[in-house]
């Protein structure tokens, strides 16, 4: 069983599109994250949020969106795709608000044409 | 200036050499983390320390976390190229509610 799915693995769309990443944790936890791991490998956290509140929103676009139905699901959603968009997105989970320990998923390699 | 900046960026050893990766910062941080990061995966944690001085031991690879909490140095013992990677410094900060992630460094061990 995978701790902390996200889908899909690959993304390719082009410019102005709008494209949703999903993620489901069967860990338990009350924390979950998206982060965003840039071409020199820096990750940097987007949005966490803590039994379905929004807790962090660093800086983002409002282009993008996430939502959670529940405290194991949180969902990206971006419009309006831009070049600059393209990275790989990470979904993690925790079970403290700080992110001690946390689970990452497996990534989805966004590609903006 | 990232608030984490991991030394040295990228490393290229041969199989059975030790290394140092470190991760220093001017902030105090309440508890750092490692994680390690293979191609087309998520990072995957290795330690957290908490305590200033703390010293802990995985197999092969030995985490201290700085006296004063402000770094920390992972230390490989005989790599081999299963320790190749992506290795990540986390920090987590009183106050402050979320992980802070390090510059990175890539180890890359051959036969």
């Known amino acids: 069983d995978t701790a902390v799915s996200q889908t899909p693995k690959y993304l390719v769309t082009q410019m102005g599109n709008d494209k949703s990443i999903k993620c489901e944790q069967n860990l338990g936890h009350d924390t979950m994250y998206w982060y965003k791991q840039d071409s020199k490998k820096f990750l940097k956290i987007m949005f966490s949020?803590?039994?379905?509140?929004?807790?962090i929103n660093e800086t983002v676009p409002n282009r993008f969106s996430p939502k959670s139905p529940d405290k194991a699901h949180l969902n990206l959603h971006i419009n309006s795709l831009e070049l600059g968009d393209s990275a790989v997105y990470f979904c993690?989970?925790?079970?403290?608000?700080?992110?001690?320990?946390?689970?990452f998923g497996s990534g989805t390699r966004l590609t903006v044409v | 200036t990232q608030l984490l900046e991991q030394s040295p960026q990228f490393l290229s050893i041969q199989e059975g050499e030790n290394l140092t990766v470190y991760c220093n910062s001017s902030?105090?941080?309440?508890?750092l983390q490692w994680y390690r990061q293979e191609p087309g995966e998520g990072p995957v944690l290795l330690v957290t320390v908490v305590t200033g001085g703390e010293v802990k031991k995985l197999k092969r690879l030995t985490f201290q976390f700085g006296d004063a909490r402000k770094d920390s140095s992972l230390h490989i013992t005989a790599a081999q190229p299963g320790d190749t990677g992506l290795y990540l410094c986390?920090?987590?900060?009183?106050?402050?509610?979320?992980?802070?992630f390090g510059t990175g460094t890539r180890l890359l061990v051959s036969p």
């Open positions: 949020y803590n039994n379905k509140e929004l807790i």
């Open positions: 986390a920090g987590a900060r009183t106050g402050f509610q979320k992980l802070v």
């Open positions: 993690a989970s925790s079970q403290d608000f700080r992110g001690t320990g946390s689970t």
């Open positions: 902030s105090v941080f309440s508890s």
